[in-house]
């Protein structure tokens, strides 16, 4: 048996291929294990001409071929193994290479009887040491083949050839005639994954093959005469695993030109698959961020074609990216009117990277597909790709930005105008012109309500230079409008700006036909309001249909504020002589309000530090000493209707101790005179700017000890404002001056209001808070309670079919018995529906509000229809009578079905709460008054009746009496569903009931539903 190295010797002298050209093998093995693709370079010393292998990789010209080699060729360069002192076994340089072309940078390693072996790349190559090691080890292999050569020997050929396969890094297989191997390198063997000698021998097509399915895969063709690549081979090893490589066939010629075998090289490219998805991934990663970016993005390339358009910019242009990809970005997205600048700024740009667009955004008007311009903002970089340049441009529309701009020069303009003019008659006509040029308006009017009328009329107009408005204008002065009448008359009575988008559309304002005659399609008027009421109205028309604008209309409102108190001001400035005098008032009013805005914000913060009530009221006190008060006490009513002094403080501790003593010893009686007591029954604050000795005994009412220790206080001024939580006075806070000589005035109360209505909300969310907690605490008994409640109609029709079964079962079963019990199985069956539909109505409610279905209905009829139900119940006993108290017929537009709903609940619990029986009376009444044509129904009964104390709850989704819970089964959601009925039909429902005297539920609602459907829409939408 031969050794491996034999074997190997056998193999080379058997090889059956001819003598190849080894220089070129050598070059070719060397740029093959170079980490990226080089030019290489071989010079024999002193030959006339150098060869260059590759040279199509770079395309150098004569001129800069000739530099290199004369830069190479000037080098001090050594060979490895012959290397002095001053001399390199590698020496590295640049080239600057002709214009258009990149600068080359080059590495050369020395030949042992002189030249150089050299690799070349464009910029940025930089070698490495590997790089330089690789040049070196074939610079070694170069010179002994030139060795070799000259001795002529076949035998040194073939070892120098085989050493070459051998320092190769792909594999290589020699393959004979008959597709066989008879060589093959370690690389190769390594990459198969079996020794060398288990590979000879074998038919290459067992290896390797173009599907990654050896069994559809094809067969390699070595029996072509030219170069063969395969770049998606698949190689199978021993193991069973594939390995992707990339795969060449050389195929061997013999002296009469025929194919005797092949060199088959092979290179590992699992790297380079990994590359390209790694590429694959980025050019994902970079089309999502293309398509994320809120702004234009927009790719093109040294010509201005387009090659992508992201999404925003889809929009931005309102077309398709498929519309404009190759297109000219100059002719396709710039205004005409800038596109000659744009054509020598960018090519500018693209020279040099100088220009207008290096580094900087420059405004241009863009150009949608529609035709319509825009500003925007124009930012250009540029991308250096391998074979020239591409160019990313971020555009960003500046239309709202510009737009904002003009409502921020519009409200500086008519500032200034107002500012800078003494008579209202001289700045309206400006103010109008100013508002119309500045927000793009083609007609204004201002309307003016003169003291003591009821009506506004016209009083100034404004138009653009090319419109004629006579008609609107003639019409405009013989009809006046009164608050609430139309459209303007709307926008008086809500003291708040509206539009009108389309005239053409139905709408309320009465002059459309003159407006629309006149060339206007959209509409808008914002009041002109002074301290307490609006004085006037601008009105505003476009010949054009304008979009409503949420943020104009707000810009409406402050506008129109702005120039009713610049009205309001010159009016009385006009009226009252001392001008100086009210200005400093102003003034001092201006800053007394700043500094209660800033009193205020503090306030706000601490009162937010605490959801605990008592800590809230606390913070209120201390907050209002010494800023507002001397002394501040505050004063609550507990469940029993007792005032508690809850809270006192003093700029004086001594005082604010007595002061503790004193209301400890002196308790608010609830129905005296004193100011506390007032403001509880009354709900109103009290105001004492002078306390004199009147006031002091109003508070003391007769009491001698009382009196004195109030003279003691010292109290000047005071102020006892009301603490109201949900429409409910739950105290009162006192505020009072006493060693500051402060009297206070309206503005001090107002301040005071407001810190209260503030500690109000403060107190209210601690409230709701507890009632979170609370509700909680009701949602884990309404689940215990519906699991009862629906668990026991279920046990009762279990025990029902039961006995059903059982009596079926017998010979001769008792009808009547059957047919109650199928009525009693049908009454739980019943029960157990209406427990299903009450919970999905509370779900709907929650969700999205009940939808209504209304038609005409006979509210009698449908009355009498529910009242059947009852009349007839399943169990005879305790039997209720019944008695309708209703006209004869009255008909309405109402969802009859929900309708249906709220009378089935009503009566039921009417029997459920009269468990002795009873007359049930339902009375239906018809009224016409200031509210509208009003229908009002109601449920009465004899039954045990509802404590005050929990009626309140009553109308809450899972509340239910405390008197009656235990005794009485249910969830609590009918009379919660029913008011959301009532409410939905624009209506209200209430109770009337006293314990052991039965209750009264009593709904009121419109006749005519669909007239008041949108408040009632609006109303479901604010929760009530």
């Given at each position: 048996m031969p050794k491996p190295s034999e074997q190997r010797e056998q193999q080379i002298n058997q090889d059956p291929m001819r003598e190849p050209d080894l220089t070129r093998e050598i070059l070719q093995l060397a740029q093959q294990s170079l980490d990226v693709p080089h030019t290489l370079v071989v010079m024999p010393n002193g030959a006339t001409e150098s060869r260059i292998v590759g040279d199509e990789d770079l395309g150098l010209s004569d001129i800069c071929r000739e530099r290199l080699l004369a830069a190479i060729d000037g080098a001090d360069i050594a060979f490895d193994e012959d290397v002095s002192s001053d001399r390199h076994p590698v020496v590295t340089d640049t080239i600057i290479a002709d214009p258009g072309q990149p600068e080359i940078r080059w590495a050369a390693a020395g030949l042992k009887n002189g030249g150089a072996l050299v690799a070349c790349a464009p910029e940025p190559w930089e070698s490495t040491a590997r790089d330089h090691a690789i040049l070196i080890g074939f610079a070694r292999l170069l010179s002994q083949h030139q060795n070799g050569t000259s001795t002529g020997t076949r035998t040194e050929s073939t070892r120098l050839r085989d050493l070459i396969a051998e320092s190769a890094r792909d594999g290589i297989i020699g393959v004979d005639a008959e597709g066989r191997c008879r060589y093959i390198n370690q690389t190769g063997a390594d990459l198969v994954g079996s020794e060398p000698e288990d590979i000879i021998s074998m038919p290459v097509n067992k290896l390797f093959h173009v599907s990654w399915d050896p069994e559809q895969g094809a067969s390699l063709d070595f029996s072509a005469k030219n170069s063969t690549d395969y770049h998606d081979v698949s190689l199978h090893r021993p193991d069973g695993s594939a390995l992707p490589v990339d795969l060449t066939v050389v195929p061997n010629l013999d002296p009469s030109g025929g194919v005797n075998g092949a060199v088959v090289r092979f290179a590992d490219i699992r790297d380079q698959k990994a590359a390209a998805v790694a590429v694959e991934q980025s050019e994902a990663r970079h089309q999502a961020f293309l398509q994320m970016t809120l702004d234009s993005v927009v790719t093109i390339d040294e010509d201005e074609q387009i090659l992508e358009f992201n999404l925003a910019a889809e929009r931005t242009f309102r077309c398709q990216a498929g519309e404009l990809l190759g297109r000219r970005i100059t002719d396709a997205l710039i205004s005409e009117r800038w596109r000659d600048w744009w054509r020598a700024a960018f090519e500018s740009f693209s020279r040099d990277g100088g220009g207008p667009l290096n580094g900087r955004r420059v405004q241009i008007t863009a150009l949608r597909s529609d035709g319509s311009e825009f500003p925007a903002d124009f930012t250009l970089t540029r991308i250096p790709m391998r074979d020239g340049w591409v160019y990313t441009l971020y555009i960003h529309d500046l239309t709202e930005e510009k737009w904002n701009e003009r409502r921020r020069s519009t409200r500086y303009a008519v500032t200034h105008m107002l500012a800078e003019t003494e008579v209202p008659a001289d700045a309206l006509p400006n103010v109008l012109g100013a508002i119309c040029e500045g927000l793009e308006w083609d007609w204004a009017a201002c309307w003016i309500r003169q003291p003591g009328a009821s009506q506004m009329v016209i009083d100034l107009t404004w138009q653009a230079s090319d419109i004629d408005a006579t008609h609107l204008e003639r019409v405009s002065a013989e009809n006046g409008f009164d608050p609430g009448h139309g459209f303007l008359g709307k926008v008086w009575r809500l003291q708040g700006a509206d539009w009108i988008e389309d005239l053409n559309e139905p709408n309320d304002y009465r002059r459309a036909e003159a407006a629309l005659a006149c060339g206007f399609q959209s509409t808008a008027a914002m009041p002109i309001i002074g301290r307490t009421e609006v004085i006037g109205i601008i009105e505003l028309h476009s010949r054009q249909v304008r979009e409503r604008d949420d943020e104009l209309i707000r810009m409406f409102d402050s506008l129109g504020s702005q120039i009713g108190q610049f009205i309001e001001r010159k009016q009385v400035e006009e009226e009252r002589v001392q001008i100086l005098a009210r200005e400093q008032s102003a003034r001092a009013e201006a800053e007394a309000a700043e500094r209660r805005l800033a009193f205020l914000a503090e306030a706000s913060a601490q009162l937010s530090a605490s959801l605990d009530y008592e800590v809230t009221l606390s913070n209120v006190a201390r907050l209002a000493v010494p800023r507002l008060a001397d002394y501040c006490a505050i004063d609550v009513v507990n469940e029993d209707n007792q005032v508690r002094s809850l809270e006192l403080a003093d700029v004086d501790p001594e005082k604010e101790e007595a002061g503790r003593r004193m209301h400890e010893e002196h308790p608010v009686d609830p129905e005296s005179n004193h100011p506390v007591a007032q403001v509880l029954r009354s709900g109103r604050p009290i105001l004492f700017s002078d306390v004199d000795e009147d006031v002091l005994r109003l508070f003391a009412e007769d009491d001698e000890e009382y009196l004195q220790e109030l003279r003691n206080i010292g109290i000047d001024s005071a102020m006892y404002v009301p603490l109201v939580a949900r429409g409910r006075t739950i105290g009162v806070i006192s505020f009072v001056a006493s060693e500051s000589d402060q009297r206070y005035g309206p503005?001090?109360?107002?301040?005071?209001?407001?810190?209260?209505?503030?500690?109000?909300?403060?107190?209210?969310?601690?409230?709701?808070?507890?009632?979170?907690?609370?509700?909680?605490?009701?949602?884990?008994?309404?689940?215990?309670i519906a699991s009862h409640e629906l668990k026991t109609p279920l046990t009762t029709v279990k025990g029902y079919g039961q006995i059903l079964g059982r009596l079926l079962r017998r010979p001769d079963p008792d009808s009547d018995r059957l047919v109650r019990l199928a009525d009693q199985l049908q009454e739980q069956l019943s029960r157990f529906e209406t427990l299903i539909a009450d919970l999905l109505d509370v779900s709907r409610i929650q969700q999205r509000g009940?939808?209504?279905?209304?038609?005409?209905?006979?509210?009698?009829?449908?009355?009498?229809?529910?009242?059947?139900?009852?009349e007839y119940p399943a169990e005879p006993e305790p039997r209720h009578t019944f008695a309708i108290h209703a006209p004869s017929k009255l008909d309405g537009i109402w969802d009859p079905d929900r309708l249906d709903q709220v009378l089935t609940n009503l009566l039921s619990n009417a029997v459920k709460y009269s468990p002795d029986g009873g007359v049930v009376t339902v009375t239906i009444e018809h009224s016409l008054t200031e509210q509208g044509d009003l229908v009002e129904f109601s449920v009465q009964d004899q039954g045990i009746g509802i404590p005050e104390d929990e009626q309140g709850?009553?109308?809450?989704?899972?509340a239910r009496s405390e008197t009656v819970q235990r005794a009485i089964s249910g969830v609590g959601l009918g009379l919660y569903i029913s008011q959301q009925i009532i409410n939905r039909h624009g209506g209200m429902i209430w109770l009337e009931s006293k314990p052991d005297e039965g209750s009264r539920f009593v709904v009121s609602m419109p006749r005519d539903f669909l007239s008041t459907l949108d408040n009632a829409e609006v109303d479901t939408e604010d929760g009530t």
């Open positions: 503005s001090d109360l107002a301040l005071a209001q407001e810190l209260t209505r503030r500690a109000a909300m403060a107190i209210d969310n601690a409230r709701l808070y507890r009632e979170a907690q609370d509700a909680v605490r009701i949602r884990e008994e309404f689940l215990s009940l939808e209504l279905r209304p038609e005409p209905t006979d509210l009698v009829a449908l009355v009498r229809t529910v009242v059947s139900r009852f709850q009553l109308f809450q989704p899972f």
